[in-house]
C-alpha cells in the first residue's frame, strides 16, 4: 500500500507549469520563428511540409475512390479488361504516391533535425557566453532546462512541429474536400459526425491534458531514479558508497520511488481506460446512425452499393479530419509553449555589456574599487554585503582573509566582474565597469578559484587554453612558477598526455594539489594585469605551499593581485591585508600592524600558528 503522503511529496516539490502562453509568445508568433529558422538554414522542410500535404490528399482521394469505383465497374457489368484497367491505374497511382510521400518523408527528416541541431546551438552558445549571474540564478536554469527538454531528440516540438504543421494542412484540405462531397447528404448527418468526432476530440483531450497538468510530477519520478543510477555508477561517489555503507539508502530511494512510480502509471492507467468507454461509445454511434440512415437511402431511394460504400468511407472519413484539426491545433499549442521555453532563453537579457561598450584603457596596472557595494544573490533574502567601500591600488599585493562565509569569494566574483552589485559600484580606474565590453574586462584578470573546470584535453591544451597552437616554450615556464612542470615530465606523455579518463583510455587523474598547481600555470600563461588567487595552495601540503609563498612575488611582479587564504601566515607577503568578518571589513593594514593592534585578525593567527610551534598540542590540549 503506498502512503498517499509521500505522492504529496513530490507533487509539492514544484508547482505544476502554468499552460497559459505568455505574453508576446503567441502560437502564431512561434511558427512565425520557426519557418524564420527554417527559411534561413534549411528552407527544404517548408517545401516538404507543403508537398507532404499535397500528397498526403491525393492519397487521401485515392483511397477513397478506389472501392467504390472498382465496384461500380462491376455493377455496371464492364468487361474484365476495363476493370482490370481500373485496378491498375489505382494500383499504379496508390504505388506511386505512396513511394514518392516515403522519399520525400526520408529527405525532411535530414533538414528537420538541421534546424532542431542549429536551435540547440544557438542555445548552447547562448549557455557558454551567458552572462556568470545567470548560472548561479535557479530560475534562469530551470529555464534553460526546459529549453533542452524541447530539443532533446527526434520526438521533440522543435522537429515534431512540422510534422503538426503538416498534418494540419494535409487534414484542413482533406475537410474541405468531404464537407463539399457530404454536401448531397441530409445536414443533420454533417452536424452529427462533427459533433461525435468533438466529443471524441474532447474525451482524447482530456487524457492528454491530464498527462500534461502531471508531468512534472512524473518527471520528478524520473529524475529521482536517474539520479540514483548515476549516482551509483560515478566514480566519484564510489569511495563515499562503499566507507558510509551508503548502499541501503540509494536502494532505498530506487524502491520508495519505484513504487510512486508504479502507482503513478496506474493511475494514470484507469484515466485512459475511463475515457476511452466514451470514444468507443461516440464511433459506434456515429457508425451505427451512419449505416442505418445509408441503408435505408439505399433500400428506399435506390442508392447504389457503390455511392453507398463511397458515403458510409466519407462520413467514416469525415471524422478523422475533425479529429486530426482538433488534436493538430492542440499539438500546436502544447508544441508552441516548449518553443516559447526555447525562446524565452535565447532572448533573455543579459545584464551584462557584452557588445560594444567604452574601451578599456591600456595601462601597466590598474585601480579596482568597491563603492557603496550592498550585493545579494538571485532568489535569496540574505545581503553578503551592505555598503562595503575598497580601494585596491594599482600593483598592489592584496590578501582577503577571514572565516568561512565571511564574503570573501564573492567579493573576487564582484571584482573580476562575474557578478554585478545589487547596489553601488565596482570601479575600474574610476569608471563604472558596467559601461566596458564585459569580455574585455574579463581579459584583464588571471584566476585561480576554489571550483575550476578542466576539460579533457592535454596538459599543454589546459595551461595554454588553446588547442590550435600553443606556446609550448611559455607553457613550461608557467609550470614550472607553479612548481609542477618536475611531475608533467614524468607523465607518459609530458605535456601531451590527457588529463581525465572519460574520453580518453590513456588519460591521468592528477592529484588535488597538482590540480591546484596546474590552474595555476594557466592563470599565469594567461598573464592579466590582476591576478586573483582563491586559495590557491588549500590542497597543498606545508612545503609544497612554501614553495608557492617564495614564488609569489615572482608571480606578481608588476600586476594587481588579490591572495584569498585561510592560513594567515601566507599574508606576510603582500602589501595590505584586509579581515573580513560577516560581509565586513573588520580590520585593515599589513601583517605587523594587524597583530599589533590584536585583534580578529591577531586572535585567528594565534590559534593556527600555535599548532605548528613545538608542544602547541599539548598547549592546545591544556587549555
Known amino acids: 500500500m503506498i502512503n498517499s503522503e509521500l505522492r504529496k ?49 491525393l492519397l487521401n482521394l485515392v483511397q477513397l475512390f478506389i472501392a467504390p469505383e472498382i465496384l461500380g465497374k462491376v455493377e455496371e457489368g464492364a468487361s474484365i479488361s476495363s476493370l482490370f484497367t481500373t485496378v491498375g491505374v489505382f494500383s499504379g497511382l496508390l504505388f506511386l504516391l505512396l513511394g514518392l510521400r516515403r522519399y520525400v518523408v526520408k529527405n525532411t527528416l535530414i533538414g528537420r533535425v538541421f534546424v532542431r541541431m542549429n536551435i540547440a546551438f544557438q542555445i548552447a552558445y547562448k549557455r557558454n557566453t551567458t552572462s556568470y549571474e545567470n548560472h548561479i540564478n535557479t530560475k534562469v536554469t530551470r529555464m534553460l532546462k526546459k529549453a533542452e527538454m524541447a530539443l532533446h531528440g527526434n520526438q521533440s516540438s522543435a522537429e515534431q512541429i512540422w510534422t503538426t504543421l503538416t498534418n494540419l494542412l494535409e487534414n484542413g484540405m482533406n475537410f474541405i474536400i468531404y464537407l463539399f462531397l457530404l454536401s448531397n447528404l441530409e445536414w443533420w448527418i454533417v452536424l452529427l459526425v462533427i459533433g461525435t468526432g468533438t466529443v471524441s476530440f474532447l474525451v482524447n483531450k482530456k487524457v492528454t491534458q491530464w498527462k500534461y497538468e502531471n508531468r512534472k510530477e512524473e518527471e520528478q519520478y524520473i529524475a529521482h531514479l536517474d539520479y540514483v543510477n548515476r549516482t551509483s555508477e560515478s566514480v566519484t561517489m564510489a569511495k563515499d558508497i562503499r566507507i558510509f555503507g551508503l548502499q541501503g539508502w540509494l536502494r532505498d530511494i530506487h524502491s520508495r520511488t519505484l513504487h510512486l512510480y508504479d502507482a503513478f502509471r496506474r493511475q494514470e492507467g484507469k484515466v485512459q ?28 431511394e435506390g442508392m447504389s452499393a457503390s455511392q453507398f460504400l463511397l458515403y458510409f468511407t466519407a462520413v467514416s472519413s469525415f471524422a478523422s479530419w475533425i479529429l486530426g484539426i482538433l488534436e493538430d491545433v492542440t499539438n500546436l499549442q502544447k508544441e508552441s509553449l516548449d518553443i516559447t521555453s526555447v525562446r524565452e532563453y535565447l532572448e533573455l537579457p543579459e545584464p551584462f555589456c557584452f557588445e560594444g ?100 584535453i592535454t596538459v599543454e591544451q589546459t595551461v595554454a587554453q588553446d588547442c590550435i597552437a600553443p606556446d609550448r616554450k611559455r607553457v613550461k615556464e608557467c609550470l614550472k612558477k607553479a612548481g609542477i612542470l618536475e611531475k608533467i615530465n614524468t607523465l607518459p606523455k609530458g605535456l601531451e598526455t590527457h588529463l581525465g579518463r572519460e574520453v580518453y583510455k590513456d588519460g591521468v587523474l592528477l592529484s588535488g594539489g597538482q590540480m591546484q598547481r596546474l590552474m595555476l600555470a594557466r592563470a599565469l600563461y594567461k598573464n592579466g594585469k590582476i591576478l586573483m588567487l582563491d586559495e590557491p595552495t588549500a590542497a597543498l601540503d606545508p612545503i609544497a605551499e612554501n614553495d608557492i609563498y617564495q614564488k609569489y612575488s615572482e608571480m606578481t611582479q608588476e600586476r594587481t593581485s588579490l591572495f584569498i587564504s585561510h592560513r594567515l601566515a601566507s599574508t606576510r607577503f603582500c602589501d595590505r591585508i584586509i579581515y573580513m568578518e560577516q560581509g565586513e571589513i573588520r580590520e585593515e593594514g599589513n601583517h605587523e600592524e594587524l597583530l599589533a593592534a590584536g585583534g580578529g585578525y591577531a586572535e585567528l593567527f594565534e590559534v593556527q600558528s600555535r599548532y605548528y610551534r613545538e608542544g602547541g598540542d599539548e598547549d592546545g590540549a591544556r587549555e
Open 9 to 57: 511529496e513530490f507533487l509539492e516539490v514544484e508547482k505544476k507549469m502554468e499552460r497559459k502562453t505568455k505574453q508576446g509568445y503567441s502560437v502564431s508568433k512561434n511558427v512565425g520563428w520557426m519557418i524564420q529558422n527554417a527559411w534561413k538554414n534549411e528552407k527544404s522542410v517548408i517545401w516538404f511540409c507543403l508537398l507532404l500535404a499535397f500528397l498526403g490528399v
Open 357 to 456: 561598450g567604452k574601451k578599456i584603457p591600456e595601462m601597466e596596472a590598474y585601480e579596482l574599487k568597491a563603492e557603496h557595494v550592498t550585493f545579494c544573490y538571485p532568489g535569496e533574502e540574505t545581503y553578503i554585503f551592505r555598503d562595503l567601500n575598497l580601494t585596491i591600488h594599482p600593483g598592489e599585493k592584496l590578501a582577503i582573509v577571514g572565516l568561512n562565509g565571511a564574503g570573501k569569494t564573492t567579493l573576487i566574483k564582484l571584482l573580476s566582474g562575474l557578478l554585478d552589485p545589487t547596489e553601488g559600484k565596482i570601479l575600474l580606474n574610476g569608471q563604472d565597469i558596467r559601461e566596458f565590453n564585459r569580455r574585455e574586462y574579463y581579459g584583464l584578470f588571471s584566476a585561480v578559484f576554489q571550483e575550476f573546470s578542466v576539460p579533457e
Open 273 to 300: 481506460i475511463l475515457w476511452g468507454i466514451v470514444d468507443v461509445l461516440m464511433s459506434v454511434a456515429r457508425n451505427g446512425i451512419a449505416y442505418w440512415y445509408l441503408i435505408t437511402l439505399t433500400l428506399q
